[in-house]
């Protein structure tokens, strides 16, 4: 997802679920990166959007591929 991911939702996803290390709340990531918890809250949840519309983008293509190959049949 790195492509689909600036470097600053990478980090704010990986410190809010706890992917490299223990969970980290709103206001100790907010602190690292001099933003506001509510900034993080709404990079978090945009960052959550465009993890969802590239895997909706994937599974669409990956079924019209799939759609092609019965009409080949």
Known sequence: MSHVLSERELTILHALYGLNEERAQLKDVAES????????RQLRNFAEYKIIRALLVKLRYETNLTMKD???M
């Open 33 to 40: 990166l001099n933003i506001s918890p509510e900034r993080v």
């Open 70 to 72: 019965k009409k080949g």
